[in-house]
């Protein structure tokens, strides 16, 4: 008897994984298809990317020369950061469901006797923010462990202090 339940519950934890997936294969789906646009410096520039944050196409308003290549540029880069971001979070609404499903899964560990409770230990940890700063900002420089001024501030036998 005890076998015919434990049978029973894996059939039903099979089923639930196996919509789970359907669900997820939907939401990807969904997801996949999202575009975000941005307009920038009164309208004169728009740029609109991808569900990956790709961008897809920039427009100029007709009016654009007021604007100097200067300001175009960082007008450019900045709309696309708009987008880009409303696409992360437009995505993360669509996929929230998925999140919740997983919450409402038994742990192995309710399922296998003695199993030890792996999940905080197999967490997966949260990224860290990715920077906006563009190549050569102070704040880039000082993250990217290959640069010239982390080398120079590591030392070492190489340093050029010797």
């Not at 008897?1 to 997936?21: C, G, H, P």
């Not at 880069?77 to 669509?94: C, D, M, Y």
């Not at 296998?112 to 999940?119: A, F, H, Y």
């Amino acid at each position: 008897m005890v076998n015919e339940r434990a049978k029973a519950d894996f059939s039903d934890i099979l089923d639930d994984f196996r919509d789970q997936m359907r669900t997820i294969t939907q939401l990807q789906q969904q997801r996949a298809a999202i575009t975000a646009s941005a307009s920038v410096r009164g309208k004169r520039v728009t740029v609109t990317v991808n569900a990956d944050g790709t961008v897809i196409e920039t427009k100029f308003a007709s009016d654009i020369d007021d604007l100097d290549y200067q300001e175009i540029a960082k007008a450019v880069t900045e709309a696309a950061q708009q987008a880009s971001a409303e696409v992360a979070r437009r995505s993360r609404e669509i996929m929230a469901p998925v999140s919740q499903n997983r919450n409402r899964l038994p742990r192995l560990s309710e399922l296998v006797p003695d199993m030890p409770d792996l999940s905080e230990a197999l967490r997966i940890p949260e990224p860290p923010v990715v920077s906006t700063a563009p190549p050569k900002a102070p704040e880039r420089r000082a993250a990217d462990p290959d640069s010239d001024d982390v080398r120079r501030n590591r030392g070492g036998a190489t340093d050029s202090g010797w």
